[in-house]
């Protein structure tokens, strides 16, 4: 299982980022996904959740409404695009598939004024 994570950054409240997640070593089109977060002392927090063929989604209350995660079986590839973006939501970001331990290094996401 190789998962690659990209797209964070530096933000400013109120901003936008859309993270990816390329995959690869396993039959991605067949796995429920999910992304994750950590932020500093904090304990990992579950993001979102999206169904192997994309039908379906859920979310974590503090993001619901502002984050969408999607995917692209034929690209092998997850998405989580993020609105409306607020200081709570600094973290790395992990991808991973559901039930099983980040395996990519994750991707730094920073909201700052």
């Known amino acids: 299982v190789r998962l690659e994570e990209s797209g964070g950054g530096l933000v400013e409240p109120g901003g936008s980022l859309r993270l990816s997640c390329l995959a690869s070593?396993?039959?991605?089109?067949?796995?429920?996904m999910t992304w994750v977060r950590q932020a500093p002392g904090k304990e990992q927090e579950w993001v979102a959740t999206?169904?192997?063929?994309?039908?379906?989604?859920y979310y974590a209350d503090a993001v619901r409404g502002r984050f969408t995660i999607s995917r692209d079986n034929a690209k092998n590839t997850l998405y989580l695009q993020m609105n409306n973006l607020k200081i709570e939501d600094t973290a790395v970001y992990y991808c991973?598939?559901?039930?099983?331990?980040?395996r990519g290094q994750g991707t730094q996401v920073t909201v700052s004024s």
């Open positions: 070593g396993f039959t991605f089109s067949t796995v429920f």
């Open positions: 991973a598939q559901r039930g099983d331990r980040p």
């Open positions: 999206i169904y192997s063929d994309g039908s379906a989604s």
